[in-house]
């Protein structure tokens, strides 16, 4: 059954979008939508009827404007006074024996269709009803006008409601009213200073964290595989509590750590989203506040505890330069990855959304008494990443989910990598961990990279990789790369046809992603003929040479 609520009584308001929104909804229109939609199950409490659940939900749109809010056109959002909406009501005699699990899967399932950005309600609410009283509410939200913290937000004014409490006036920011402080000077000059501190990165760190043989193209298709482990919670609380350091930064400190281990890297570069919501005034705001943080931890010092004394400020700095113009950065990425010949791999996320209150299936764990970590198989998603995770509670289980690249990973080395996490904070827990023992401690065994993969402006890159991708973009033509004081030079025979360092500076950035251990040569060397049998490249007849990185002229120009 499909039931229409209408609302009125709000204000119509209209105005510029905020920088998150601006993110999203360059991936709502580019991404599937079941990667980029959100979803969330709400329980329902006992003896509450379905007038009540509706009325609630009515309750809610006119609280918070932003599930009044459209978007009909490019950079602009409105505020409707009124409208109307749907719900589904889905009636049954009897759940499966796990009805969290089934009302999980309703929500998810409904993240499969595309949110209109111009004219949709941003919630699919399904009310799953036994025997006509409900019992959950399974939605799927649209990332545009809400991330996980607003759902959190919602979630607990709804169980208010039906409680029948009053909620307390709003005190979050409303999106416009965040748009517009983002426009004045303080905000532009805070948007500069997040560019500049992923450019910093993205100039200096790794292209890649999972540069290696087997960290080629893939389907991203991730299987999830989830930790619920008492031994980890009480093993995260005893180094929190012996360092003097916040759980929430031991935890990211220890899966950085094993990260960069695992991908044989100095530092571990890594995405954290969720990270706009420490100002007072965000903390409870609907709307669409999560936007990367970029994270770099440096792993180049001999134990875990001086690591973790670098991991907060190293977070704290990210976090606060993770709120900025998406056009810009998208921009400022490709100019910077054209002028280093790298291509930015957001390769690696950590989401922590352990302080927000839990969702349903989140919570629903075994016992934390439980001796030995439990690791249970969910289903495969699509995912743009080769190694995603989520920290849903850190008491009193430690309860992780972890998508993981198959080509990288087989399921009994992701397996091993959730154990040795579990490993390490044990570890911690007892004392200082020197870090040139972890894979004796962990179990979790560094890549094998043979002896042609050699460290280049801070990225590993197999330099007979690259020259054989640049001959391919190259139509065939014979080409040398060779490294040599921490850079790489190709050698290109080009014969009688014209050929310029730029264009094939050009022909190879095309072709560098999905490939991490291939970076562009810093100098081209573009001869007439290759060199015969026992001579050598940088011998043969130079007719032009340069770095390339001179973008060509488009056609605008």
């Not at 080769?386 to 080509?407: I, V």
Request: contains cysteine.
């Amino acid at each position: 059954m499909i039931t229409t609520i209408r609302y009125t009584g709000g204000s119509e308001r209209r105005g510029p979008v905020t920088m998150g929104q601006a993110n999203m909804i360059r991936c709502i229109l580019r991404d599937d939508p079941v990667q980029i939609n959100i979803h969330d199950v709400w329980p329902v409490p006992p003896v509450t009827t379905l007038a009540a659940v509706l009325d609630a939900l009515r309750t809610l749109t006119l609280r918070h404007e932003a599930l009044r809010t459209t978007f009909p056109a490019q950079g602009e959002q409105l505020v409707s006074a009124e409208g109307e909406f749907t719900v589904t009501v889905l009636d049954h005699e009897s759940f499966p024996e796990e009805p969290w699990r089934y009302a999980e899967s309703v929500a998810r399932e409904a993240r499969a269709g595309r949110f209109e950005l111009g004219r949709d309600y941003p919630l699919r609410v399904s009310v799953l009803c036994l025997a006509g009283e409900p019992a959950f509410a399974a939605l799927a939200a649209s990332h545009a006008v809400t991330d996980g913290g607003a759902l959190a937000v919602l979630r607990e004014e709804w169980l208010a409601l039906l409680a029948g409490d009053e909620l307390p006036a709003p005190t979050g920011l409303t999106p416009l009213d965040l748009a517009a402080e983002e426009a004045t000077s303080a905000g532009q000059r805070k948007s500069a200073a997040s560019l500049r501190h992923w450019e910093r990165i993205i100039r200096t760190g790794p292209q890649a964290m999972f540069a290696e043989p087997r960290a080629e193209l893939t389907d991203w298709h991730l299987p999830q595989l989830t930790l619920r482990s008492g031994r980890g919670a009480r093993a995260l609380a005893r180094t929190a509590e012996r360092t003097g350091s916040l759980p929430s930064t031991v935890l990211l400190g220890a899966w950085c750590t094993l990260v960069a281990h695992r991908a044989g890297q100095s530092s571990c570069v890594a995405a954290v989203p969720t990270s706009n919501r420490f100002h007072p005034k965000l903390a409870r705001a609907v709307g669409a506040l999560s936007q990367d943080a970029l994270l770099q931890l440096d792993l180049r010092v001999p134990t875990f505890d001086e690591l973790l004394r670098r991991a907060w400020g190293a977070a704290l700095n990210a976090y606060r330069h993770s709120q900025f113009d998406s056009v810009r950065l998208w921009e400022m990425i490709g100019r910077v990855t054209f002028e280093r010949g790298s291509d930015f791999a957001r390769d690696v996320v950590f989401n922590d959304v352990s302080q927000l209150p839990a969702t349903l299936a989140s919570a629903a764990d075994r016992a934390a008494g439980e001796q030995t970590a439990e690791l249970s198989w969910g289903p495969a998603q699509v995912l743009p990443t080769r190694l995603l995770a989520f920290a849903y509670q850190t008491d009193p289980l430690l309860h992780l989910s972890m998508w993981a690249d198959p080509a990288l990973f087989t399921r009994a080395e992701a397996e091993g990598f959730l154990a040795g996490l579990v490993r390490l904070l044990e570890a911690a827990a007892e004392g200082d961990v020197p870090l040139d023992v972890l894979t004796a401690v962990t179990g979790v065994e560094p890549p094998v990279r043979d002896g042609s993969w050699q460290p280049v402006d801070q990225c590993w890159v197999s330099p007979p990789a690259v020259a054989e991708a640049l001959a391919k973009a190259l139509g065939g033509l014979p080409v040398h790369v060779g490294a040599a004081d921490g850079e790489l030079t190709a050698h290109i025979a080009a014969g009688a046809a014209p050929l310029t360092p730029a264009e094939a500076h050009t022909a190879l950035m095309a072709a560098l992603p999905g490939h991490p251990g291939l970076l562009a040569p810093h100098r081209y060397v573009i001869v007439r003929h290759p060199p015969a049998a026992g001579e050598a490249w940088h011998r043969q007849q130079t007719l032009l040479e340069g770095s390339g990185r001179e973008r060509p002229p488009s056609h605008d120009d």
